[in-house]
């Protein structure tokens, strides 16, 4: 079955250091990749993709993404973690549902950065 | 440009009721996806329209319907509310249903009492 998965629930990281937020993927084809972020009481905002090409992804708020088609992952990294990037992320993939393109998302793992 | 707006923001219902909670795209998007959002379920899709056609369909029972009018702007329904319907309710547009990102609403929350 074509299918994201986040395994991590939670992830705790120092400010300053380096986070990464695990998300795999099993589909058939070439996926396309996303990551989104949400923050309390809100909807949730894009952040990068992956379509095709250079398999490092660089996006929004200093956030890029390794897309690893032989692992079949697409794992969130950040350098240094800022307090203020403490939210829920979720890795989405788009795939083919009856000849059209349904986006499905992860779990979600809450990010939480610690002062 | 204005992105994509969702109303109302938050109402409250009763068992057995019905709600309505609409949904306006970005100007240019013709796709828009609904999805519900609850702690233990995470994501869940609903559905999405594209120029006025249901595309696709979630796996929920037949009270929560949709539409998409000529104007891209959309609505869900969901009738003979339970409990287990609330939950925050997510709205999407897209321009590009084969590679582009999704954006998002706010979300309209709804907690059935």
């Known amino acids: 079955a074509q299918s994201v998965a986040q395994p991590e629930d939670q992830v705790n990281v120092a400010e300053g250091n380096p986070l990464t937020v695990k998300c795999t993927y099993s589909v058939s084809g070439n996926p396309y990749l996303f990551w989104y972020v949400q923050y309390p009481n809100r909807g949730l905002q894009f952040l990068l993709k992956y379509i095709t090409g250079d398999n490092l992804v660089k996006g929004s708020y200093g956030f890029e993404a390794e897309f690893n088609k032989s692992q079949t992952s697409f794992h969130l990294k950040k350098p240094s973690a800022l307090v203020s990037d403490s939210a829920l992320y979720f890795c989405a993939v788009r795939l083919n549902s009856g000849g059209y393109q349904k986006v499905t998302f992860g779990t979600g793992t809450k990010l939480q950065v610690i002062p | 440009k204005a992105g994509v707006t969702q109303t109302p923001r938050y109402l409250i219902k009763t068992r057995g009721q019905q709600v309505t909670l609409s949904c306006s795209p970005i100007?240019?998007?013709?796709?828009v996806s609904w999805y519900q959002q609850t702690p233990g379920q995470g994501l869940q899709f609903l559905f999405e329209y594209f120029s006025e056609t249901q595309r696709n369909k979630g796996n929920f029972p037949g009270r929560f319907s949709g539409r998409q009018f000529s104007n891209s702007r959309s609505e869900m329904n969901v009738s003979t509310l339970e409990l287990g319907d609330s939950a925050l309710y997510l709205c999407?547009?897209?321009?590009?249903?084969?590679?582009?990102?999704?954006?998002f609403g706010e979300g309209s929350r709804l907690t059935v009492l």
């Open positions: 100007s240019g998007h013709r796709s």
């Open positions: 999407a547009s897209t321009r590009d249903t084969n590679t582009g990102e999704l954006f």
